[in-house]
């Protein structure tokens, strides 16, 4: 797969120093951008501190992360990306206590890694990847800011926060002696996707609606500087970064947009945005089972959901079919949260492959967005609520059968007629 990127960094027109640093290393594909805070000059070094370290450990694993990448290794991959914002937090915490001068400098980090069909996000701080896909613009990393917090806990309204005094104001950052928490994730890319890397200094002069339309209004060498124009037409009170990608043919092997398009299908996932069900992908794993292959057999324990990409499997229960599936359809999703041995048979009557999303791994992307953890817990809620009317319906149907088999008690038939005459 190949891709086209561009650059453009500005310092605005009311800072007196650029504090934005960016990496586009289009030869093993990392991208970074980091808006970096504090006095003396603390931003700019703090910035390109993130940036050039960043750049050294993932430059320094490139190998490593490949052969991980080419074994679906994703999750080994987010580690070696976090583990590189970690040691830039390190060199960062390190310079800031070696000069008193730059005690409180910090900066954010966004970095994107692509590898093959798939991207990898590693981010801490405010500045934001974007993703644009089908004429639409999906922010794929969450503000780590003041104002995203509380209006989170309840204690601001959205449109307060349009009056909030401190919008700058991040609650994670580099520069952190206790350590930060670096929220990552991998998602498959498809042909025609852009990306956007940037900093707050541009995307809050950006409407939502007219992101996509300006980001795929022609080549990224043109739009990005475009972007900042933008930007510094609408006050340009910060720097500005916007590092953009355009995603050139994906092979048509890939079947990621039918692995999008099944679960965003699903109740279990209904209500989901188009970054939370990448999110769940991301967690999953891919399954091959031949003909006759058992999935799993009633009575044992499982803590796996499984999703049909291809093939069909068959569900017995002692010795009769109870159902046939296929392409598209899911079983397993009580498993994710009971513990409860499975109550019937399953095997591939084709040869079959499956998406599996365990408990733990589905826990621990929960974990990492809350959001998307309340919207599950309420589709679950939903599901178990439809399969108890619908138990009740079962049991109900079942009693009127009963009821209508039942003899009926005999009546005595009247052998003769009486009358009484009044009066």
Not at 97 to 104: I, M, Q, S, T, V
Request: aromatic residues 6%.
């Amino acid at each position: 797969m190949s891709f086209v990127s561009a650059a453009v960094t500005d310092v605005g027109v009311v800072r007196e120093r650029n504090e934005d640093s960016y990496l586009c290393q289009d030869d093993i594909g990392l991208f970074v951008v980091a808006d970096g805070m504090g006095g003396h000059a603390g931003g700019q070094e703090a910035s390109a501190t993130a940036v050039r370290v960043i750049g050294q450990r993932i430059s320094d694993e490139y190998n490593v992360l490949v052969d991980l990448a080419k074994e679906g290794e994703t999750w080994e991959v987010q580690a070696v990306l976090e583990t590189a914002v970690q040691a830039a937090n390190e060199a960062v915490c390190a310079m800031a206590a070696a000069n008193p001068e730059l005690k409180d400098m910090g900066t954010t980090a966004s970095v994107l890694w692509i590898c093959g069909n798939s991207a990898t996000i590693a981010h801490v701080g405010d500045s934001r990847i974007y993703l644009i896909r089908d004429g639409e613009a999906h922010v794929m990393t969450q503000d780590h800011s003041l104002l995203v917090e509380l209006v989170k806990q309840g204690r601001m309204t959205q449109e307060e926060a349009d009056g909030f005094p401190y919008p700058n104001a991040i609650s994670r950052r580099l520069g952190s002696a206790e350590g930060v928490e670096v929220d990552t994730f991998e998602f498959g890319l498809l042909s025609g996707d852009r990306l956007l890397v940037c900093s707050d200094g541009l995307y809050r002069f950006l409407d939502e609606g007219e992101v996509a339309p300006r980001l795929m209004s022609g080549p990224v060498e043109e739009v990005a500087p475009k972007l900042v124009q933008l930007a510094i037409q609408g006050g340009g009170d910060d720097n500005i970064t916007a590092v953009l990608l355009a995603v050139g043919e994906v092979p048509a092997t890939d079947d990621t947009r039918r692995k999008i398009e099944i679960f965003e299908g699903m109740p279990l996932f209904l209500g989901l945005s188009h970054r939370q069900i990448l999110r769940v992908l991301a967690a999953t794993s891919m399954r091959h089972f031949q003909t006759d292959q058992m999935v799993f057999e009633e009575g044992m324990l499982g803590d796996e959901l499984f999703v049909i990409l291809s093939g069909e499997v068959e569900v017995n229960k002692n010795g009769i079919v109870m159902a046939t599936l296929d392409a598209g359809d899911a079983f397993g999703e009580m498993a994710l949260v009971d513990e409860s041995p499975r109550s019937a048979n399953v095997r591939a009557t084709l040869p079959t492959r499956m998406l599996v999303l365990t408990r733990d791994r589905l826990y621990a992307t929960m974990g990492q967005d809350a959001d998307l953890g309340l919207k599950l817990l309420w589709n679950f809620l939903q599901m178990t609520i439809d399969r108890l009317r619908d138990t009740s319906q079962q049991l109900l149907c079942v009693k009127q059968e009963q009821r209508a088999k039942e003899p009926r008690p005999s009546r005595p038939v009247p052998t003769g007629l009486s009358f009484r005459r009044s009066g």
